[in-house]
């Protein structure tokens, strides 16, 4: 089999068509969201109401800080089993804040996961409000189509 490679034509965008998406056509909604303050054995069971595996991270007036996935809840219960009750979502969030802006596209939100080493980014709007969030799962609906 023979291995055919089209170059552009000059003034083409090269980038595939699905990363140009806008990330408000493809991201999950609604916003599963807690408070920095909430307790991660809240948390846990926040995620488990909804079937999520990530929340939205917000601050006392809505803006978010990042997000919280359930693999950061897990790896707080290994390392003591009896803390989840009093250790808060703040706690074990990660610093670098994985949120793109929702007028972003697909590429953008990939290129912060990838940065951040993350496997989802919060979809914030103009005040930093989160409006959605895109994950792995999302993206490999995407690529599946």
């Known amino acids: 089999m023979k291995a055919i490679f089209a170059a552009p034509v000059r003034g083409d965008d090269p ?13 999950s909604r609604p916003v599963v969201s807690a408070g920095a303050d909430v307790s991660l054995d809240r948390a846990m069971a926040t995620m488990l109401h909804a079937g999520v595996r990530h929340l939205a991270v917000v601050d006392t007036v809505g803006r978010c800080l990042g997000v919280l996935a359930a693999r950061s809840v897990a790896a ?10 009093t250790v808060t979502v703040g706690a074990v969030l990660d610093h670098d804040s994985a949120t793109v802006d929702a007028d972003a ?5 990939a290129r912060v996961m990838h940065a951040c080493h993350s496997d989802a980014v919060a979809v914030v709007d103009g005040s930093g409000t ?15 189509g």
């Open 105 to 109: 596209r697909v590429r953008d939100a």
């Open 15 to 27: 980038t595939p068509q699905w990363a140009r998406r806008p990330i408000s056509q493809v991201m």
């Open 130 to 144: 989160p409006v959605g969030v895109f994950t792995s799962s999302d993206l490999i609906r995407l690529l599946a």
């Open 76 to 85: 707080a219960w290994s390392a003591d089993p009896a803390g989840l009750a």
